[in-house]
């Protein structure tokens, strides 16, 4: 591998990982403190999904089994963050929505990040910010076709 192979290596496991601990931290700090940031982010793609989707398509934007969303799921409604519900339309599917209480951690979890990338943009110029989001818009591509 190539010295600069190596380093994009590094820095995208160092990343990952310097930005887990953070959201982590701000979990603690933060009004839920009984959420797990995979929780979260089972929180978050439910919010991203439009009205009440169902566990089959949360299932596959997070690209999950859906046994595994069904744990989760069942986590998450125990602590009072979701809740599920039989579709009137199709009583074999099973949608899932926020409560107040997921409201309120996913609004405390925008502001970590706004902040984030708040505090990213005071040390790198506006080209600098353009080149990182071109660098990070491939980077998603890549991932998301693998």
Known sequence: ??????QINRFLVEVFNDVLHLEEASLADG???NLSVSELHVLETVQCSGENPSMSELAARLRITASTLTVAVKTLEQKGYLV???CQDD?????????EKAD????????????LIQDVSHELSPSQ???LARA????HDFFTGL
């Open 129 to 131: 910010m353009e080149d």
């Open 84 to 86: 599920r519900q039989r």
């Open 104 to 115: 309120v951690a996913l609004a405390h979890h925008a502001e970590f990040h706004r902040n």
């Open 1 to 6: 591998m190539k010295q600069a192979e190596q």
């Open 136 to 139: 990070l818009s491939i980077l």
């Open 31 to 33: 009004p839920c403190k």
């Open 91 to 99: 009583k074999r599917k099973v949608a899932v929505r926020l409560t």
